[in-house]
């Protein structure tokens, strides 16, 4: 079993900047991605950005340019610098991984979420 514990988000300013941070624990041999989703109110859940264990990187063009994502192979760690935030960017965010665990099997995990609401 895997755990995920996001930390981060809360309510700012459009223009104003938040971190999300996640952690990952359990029965993991390997991360093979983390990421990022948000979910806006009667929309679909959608990728914001993810990290592959090659340190490959996928943004959405909507935050291309104001986000980063970053993870820590040695805490088992991704981040989300969220920048220039606009009123679009409300929605609840999701942490995602995954991974491999002792057995070689397999998963993928999602975290409870966390709110990020912009405005003024």
């Known amino acids: 079993q895997v755990q995920l514990v996001e930390s981060g988000g809360g309510s700012v300013q459009p223009g104003g900047s938040l971190r999300l941070s996640c952690v990952a624990s359990g029965r993991i041999r390997s991360i093979n991605v983390m990421g990022w989703y948000r979910q806006a109110p009667g929309e679909q859940r959608e990728l914001v950005a993810n990290?592959?264990?090659?340190?490959?990187?996928n943004y959405a063009d909507s935050v291309k340019g104001r986000f980063t994502i970053s993870r820590d192979n040695a805490k088992n760690t991704v981040s989300l610098q969220m920048n220039m935030l606009k009123p679009e960017d409300t929605a609840v965010y999701y942490c995602?991984?995954?991974?491999?665990?002792?057995?070689?099997?397999?998963?993928?995990?999602w975290g409870r979420g966390t709110q990020v609401t912009v405005s003024s």
């Open positions: 995602n991984v995954a991974i491999t665990d002792f057995a070689y099997r397999t998963g993928n995990y």
């Open positions: 990290i592959n264990s090659r340190a490959q990187i």
